[in-house]
């Protein structure tokens, strides 16, 4: 392959890489004390921290956030928030390809009338489906249930524990 070839080849896969990131979402980073790891590659957030993704917004005490792939993780009295979607919890790894959120350690989360807890979640905002485990409580307006599972889907209104 010549040489004149090879340039142009890696040229246009740099150009594709830089067009695609371009159209992806970008956050947007606040913290008290904000690094790089270039090892790594990831910012390294301290006190304060918020990082916002497209119209979701995740608070804590201190993060690690990957641009290029779009993911958090979060720990530190946590907050995860989406339209009526309120999630607080010890911490919080968000996977934004996967449209996903694991959330531990005294979960809690609102939505209208509902309110849960529980000792952790993960919420899929494809599915709409969050998925309760562990000393789940539900108040759905009034109506408490308490059990070790519960699905609950924000575009239905409705969950079924197991």
């Known amino acids: 392959m010549s040489r004149k070839l090879i340039v142009f080849l890696v040229a246009a896969v740099l150009c594709l890489g830089i067009a695609a990131t371009a159209h992806a979402a970008k956050p947007v980073i606040k913290a008290d004390n904000t690094s790089f790891d270039f090892a790594r590659g990831m910012y390294v957030l301290k006190g304060n921290v918020s990082v916002e993704v497209n119209n979701r917004l995740i608070t804590a005490g201190e993060a690690r956030v990957k641009v290029l792939s779009l993911e958090v993780w979060g720990e530190g009295g946590i907050t995860l928030t989406q339209d009526d ?6 911490n919080v790894y968000v996977n934004g390809p996967q449209n996903s959120a694991a959330i531990k350690g005294g979960v809690t989360f609102r939505r209208g009338g509902v309110y ?3 000792d952790e979640a993960d919420f899929n905002w494809q599915t709409k489906q969050g998925v309760f485990r ?3 409580q539900i108040d759905d307006n009034g109506q408490q249930i308490t059990t070790d599972m519960l699905t609950y889907n924000v575009a239905t209104n409705t ?3 197991e």
Do not use: L, M, P, R
């Open 159 to 161: 969950y079924q524990t």
């Open 116 to 118: 849960i807890t529980a």
């Open 85 to 90: 979607i309120y999630f607080t919890g010890d």
């Open 134 to 136: 562990n000393n789940v």
